[in-house]
Structures are given as structure tokens and as C-alpha cells.
């Protein structure tokens, strides 16, 4: 079986001994070449597979490849249907991923200043050596800007054809502005250092040394900033021709699994493990006319790669906690503008979810940060994707996957938990470990605390909705569940069930949530509540999973009452 790419986005390592499983997105060189445009930027989130593509571009487009360009790409679409372009510039490849955003934002905009200095230092340094200018790289240790460094640079190579790659061209002042508004507008307005470095390429594609050029980013934010002085690109981002550029289509993920598990472990169920995979990974749409949702692709290849292929069964976490730590850093852009009016887009999104708003073309960040504003950045991070269209440009969005779900009740439960002050004498993981061990008590403990606390301050308008939300939240800190919420079941609703994702798991959970308003007479509640318990109990789905416990939730402003059935 071949290895699986994770974590590697290296082309010629990949393909130099055809020892990995590569998905072959080599078509879009061609669909590239043939669209009218020369410089573009493509917006993915992040862990899509941008980082690879650009490195197939840089071993393509090369020409110091021009040796090895034939066993690289010998089994790949673009290496039967070469373009004319092929190993036609000089490739000049900077990788902002690299830059250490932490150092940035405890140093400041200084931090961050050195470290893109550092990064634009580097790729002119590797440029130099490899194109035949060493003699120029001792000069560059003494250029003090990123300003002067970028200046030099086409000073030395004014007269050669490049191809111009920029990888993440946003994540650093991205992080930024996370953190600081202030700092962000300025070093990327007008005199900023990040404008004055882009005010140059866009010089250089005017004399005609830039030919070329492909930036990949998250979100447009930064790119807008910059508009005024590098309006040069275009954005193919949510054109339909690219929506399966970066990620993987429905076909890719299936020649993935045959190609790897459905090899080593021939006897499972193939649409079952499908299934799962989709409802975790799938579910992103970049153009409404699309006709096909998109993996992410780096979590369905770490899928492959933590899959025990011994015994056959699934990871026993289904998302990497490099991942999530990357997302959850992110999740700090959702303080941008008014966060008290991003807070309510979030619990609509999880009470309802999904939310209506339009993708915005352009931010001004020097004015107030829109509703739409805040949904184009959800959409851009892949926090939400389109579910349809109701008129033109306008759409209902939806959570994309079990992944992203349990991201948002993880950072709610989080938020809930900050803005009252809440103390925990357990974490929440902790909780719901213990929760899974039969003892529900510290769970109950915590989910009667709260409710009491939010009821109380915010009586009017806190219904049974409310209610179900901050009891997922809660329970979505269990990593060894799968969590449905109101799950279709022979058209009946349990609100939630709690299923373990392996045979060990000790108990399995459905509770009914009731939330009492101060009219309702509570015997009547109860009895309801009751009744549709035992009418899920009736179900062949229900009845067929082990070891379940039922439980009937009645919460009032007076806390919550757990009884079990």
C-alpha cells in the first residue's frame, strides 16, 4: 500500500519515487492556462491542500525542472496534455505560512515585522542560488526593510521571466488582527510594510519581470486592504470551474479508500465507511452552480493515515488535535468588529443551523464590520458553506460537517462559560468522561448551574431551543460520541443521542429536553416528555443500540431535573 500524504505538501517528494497516494489535480494547470488572466489568488480554508498545488505549480512551471520534469509528472493528466508553458520561468516562492505569528504577537507589530523580513530574506536567498546570482546573496544580510529587500531583488533580476508564488499570503496579519484592529490597518495601509512590499510586485508585473503569479490565502481581508495599490489579481476563489481545485470531490475520497483500506481490509461495509467519512469531512460548496460538495482534504487523509489497518476500525479520534488547535486559533478573528453582534450570528447558526446573509467582495475596515461581513469571514474560514440560494447573491448558509459542529459547541460552551464567570471545578472534557463511566452527577451539576444562571438573566425569550444548544455544547467535549442532534428516526425526533464510536464505550445516551415556561403545569410536561421517550424506544433504530440510557430533561428557571427512563 502506498503512504499517505499528511502533513506533506512537497510535489517532487511525493511523486520523485510514486511511493504516495497523490490525487491528480494537474487538469487545473491547464484550465489555469487557458482562463484570460495572469495573476490570481485562490481562498481556501486552511488544511484544503493549497500548499500542494502550489508546489506541483513551482516543479512544473520551473525551469531547473526541465530534467525532471518528465518522471514527475509522468502518470498525471498534465503530463500527457503538457501546456506550452511548461518549465517556461524562474520560480520566486514565498511561503508566509512559515512565519511564527506567536513571537509576532507577543513582540508586537516589531515581531511580525522581522519575521516577514526574515521569510522575503529567505525566498530571495533561495531564488539567488538557484538561478545563478549567489554572488548576490551576502548583500541582502545588510538590507534593513522588507521594502528594500523586494527592491533589490528586481533590481538583480530585472530581466528574467518569473513565476511568482505567495502560499498564505494572509495568516500573519490575519493573526494580527485577531489580536489588534489597529496594528493591523497599519502594516497593511497605506505606508504600512506589508502595502509598500505588494505596491512592488505590482510594479513588477507592469515591466513585465513578474509574468505570472498565483496567491493562495483564507480570507480576503488582507488582500482587500491592499486593494488601492495591488488591484491587480483576480479572484477565482468562488468561480464554479475551480470549486474542486483544492479538497477532495465525492470520486477522489472513494479512489482514496480503494486504494487503502478497502484494499487492506476487504471484508467491511464500504458505504458505511463512506457514509462516515462524509458526514465528518464532506459538505463544502464554493459556488452555488457547483455540482458536488468538497472534503477537506487534509483530514480525510488523516483519516487514512490513523485508520488501524490491523484490526480494521476507525481512528479513535476522528480529528487531529493539530488541526483543531488550528481552527480554534482562528476562532479568534470572531472578536473582529462588534463581537457582542457575532455572538448572536453564532448562536443563530447553532440554534437554527444554518444563517442568511450574502459573500462580500471587499471589506473596509476603517467602517463598521457588517453582519455580511462577519458571515463572508465565517464562510471564508469554512466555519459555514453554502446550503442554496434564495435570489441572486444572496444565500442560506449552513454548518458544513461533524467536525466543524463540534468545533462551534466546543468554542459556545467556552464563550457561555466566559461571559458568566462560570467556575468549573471540573473541565468540561472531564465532565463528559465521567458521564461516559455511568456517573452522570457532575454533568448534571454543571448543566443545572448554568441553565439557572442564563434563565435567571435573561428570563424572556429563553425557550427549549436555548435550552438544547447549551446542553450540546456541554456534551460536545465528548471525543469518544458521535452526537446527533433531533436525528430523523422513522420521523421522530429524540433531541439528542449519544452513540459511542466503538463496542467500549460503556454507555450510550438519548435524552428528550422539556423546557417548562412558568404557565405550563410541570405533571403535563413530565407526562409528555415520558410519552415520546417510550415512543422512541419503540424504533428499531433505537432499540438497536446497546446500552442505552434514557433520560427526560425538564428545565425551568429553576435549574434541571434528570429523570431517568
Avoid at 15 to 36: P, Q
Avoid at 418 to 436: E, H, M, P, Q
Avoid at 486 to 502: A, F, H, S, V
Wanted: aromatic share 14%.
Amino acid at each position: 500500500m502506498k503512504k499517505i500524504i499528511y502533513g506533506e505538501s512537497n510535489f517532487q517528494k511525493i511523486k520523485i519515487n510514486n511511493d504516495y497516494l497523490y490525487i491528480d489535480k494537474t487538469d487545473y494547470i491547464e484550465k489555469l492556462e487557458k482562463i484570460n488572466e495572469s495573476f490570481l489568488i485562490f481562498l481556501r480554508p486552511r488544511r484544503f491542500g493549497k500548499s500542494l498545488f502550489l508546489s506541483t505549480l513551482q516543479y512544473y512551471y520551473d525551469e531547473n525542472s526541465k530534467n525532471e520534469v518528465e518522471q514527475l509528472f509522468a502518470d498525471t493528466y498534465i503530463g500527457k496534455n503538457p501546456t506550452p508553458l511548461k518549465n517556461s520561468f524562474r520560480i520566486l516562492f514565498f511561503e508566509f505560512s512559515g512565519i511564527n505569528i506567536d513571537s509576532g504577537i507577543d513582540g508586537g507589530i516589531d515581531g511580525v515585522y522581522s519575521g516577514f523580513k526574515d521569510n522575503i530574506q529567505m525566498a530571495i536567498s533561495r531564488y539567488f542560488n538557484n538561478y545563478g546570482y549567489e554572488q548576490y546573496v551576502a548583500d541582502l544580510k545588510n538590507i534593513e526593510s522588507p521594502l528594500g529587500l523586494i527592491k533589490y531583488f528586481f533590481s538583480v533580476a530585472k530581466d528574467d521571466k518569473i513565476y511568482l508564488l505567495i502560499d498564505e499570503y494572509d495568516q500573519f496579519a490575519n493573526a494580527i488582527l485577531a489580536y489588534n484592529m489597529k496594528d493591523f490597518l497599519e502594516i497593511v495601509g497605506k505606508g504600512g510594510f506589508v502595502r509598500s512590499f505588494y505596491e512592488v510586485l505590482k510594479s513588477a508585473t507592469q515591466t513585465g519581470v513578474v509574468q505570472k503569479m498565483f496567491i493562495t490565502g483564507v480570507t480576503p481581508i488582507t488582500l482587500d486592504s491592499l486593494s488601492s495599490g495591488f488591484n491587480i489579481v483576480s479572484n477565482i476563489s468562488n468561480d464554479e470551474a475551480f470549486n474542486a481545485l483544492a479538497g477532495f470531490t465525492q470520486e477522489e475520497v472513494h479512489c482514496s479508500l480503494e486504494n487503502s483500506i478497502f484494499e487492506k481490509c476487504t471484508t467491511i461495509d464500504k458505504n458505511e465507511l463512506l457514509s462516515k467519512i462524509q458526514k465528518w469531512y464532506n459538505g463544502y460548496l464554493f459556488n452555488v452552480q457547483a455540482n458536488e460538495r468538497i472534503y477537506n482534504a487534509t483530514l480525510v487523509n488523516y483519516f487514512l493515515s490513523k485508520y488501524d489497518y490491523n484490526r480494521c476500525k476507525m481512528p479513535t479520534k476522528m480529528l487531529d488535535s493539530n488541526v483543531a488547535s488550528d481552527y480554534k486559533a482562528i476562532m479568534k478573528l470572531f472578536n473582529i468588529g462588534d463581537s457582542e453582534q457575532n455572538y448572536k450570528i453564532l448562536e443563530e447558526l447553532i440554534e437554527n443551523n444554518e444563517v442568511t446573509g450574502i459573500i462580500k467582495d471587499r471589506y473596509d475596515l476603517n467602517q463598521e464590520f457588517t453582519k455580511d461581513d462577519f458571515i463572508t469571514l465565517l464562510y471564508s474560514m469554512g466555519f459555514i458553506t453554502i446550503k442554496d440560494e434564495i435570489t441572486g447573491g444572496l444565500y442560506n448558509f449552513k454548518i458544513p460537517n461533524y467536525v466543524i459542529k463540534i468545533l462551534y459547541f466546543n468554542y459556545f460552551a467556552v464563550e457561555v462559560q466566559r461571559r458568566n464567570n462560570f467556575k468549573l471545578k471540573d473541565s468540561f472534557s472531564d465532565i463528559v468522561t465521567k458521564l461516559l463511566l455511568g456517573d452522570e452527577e457532575p454533568f448534571k451539576t454543571q448543566l443545572n448551574e448554568v441553565i439557572k444562571t442564563l434563565s435567571n438573566r435573561d428570563h424572556y425569550g429563553f425557550t427549549e431551543k436555548h435550552f438544547q444548544v447549551i446542553t450540546l455544547s456541554l456534551l460536545s467535549f465528548a471525543e469518544f460520541y458521535f452526537i446527533d442532534s433531533q436525528p430523523e428516526l422513522d420521523n421522530k425526533y429524540p433531541d439528542i443521542l449519544l452513540i459511542g464510536r466503538d463496542e467500549k464505550v460503556p454507555n450510550n445516551y438519548m435524552f428528550e429536553l422539556k423546557w417548562m415556561k412558568s404557565s405550563d403545569n410541570y405533571e403535563t410536561v413530565k407526562e409528555k416528555g415520558l410519552e415520546q421517550i417510550e415512543g422512541y424506544m419503540k424504533l428499531d433504530k433505537v432499540k438497536s443500540i446497546p446500552k442505552l440510557r434514557s433520560f427526560l430533561l425538564i428545565g425551568s428557571k429553576d435549574g434541571v431535573e434528570f429523570l431517568e427512563v
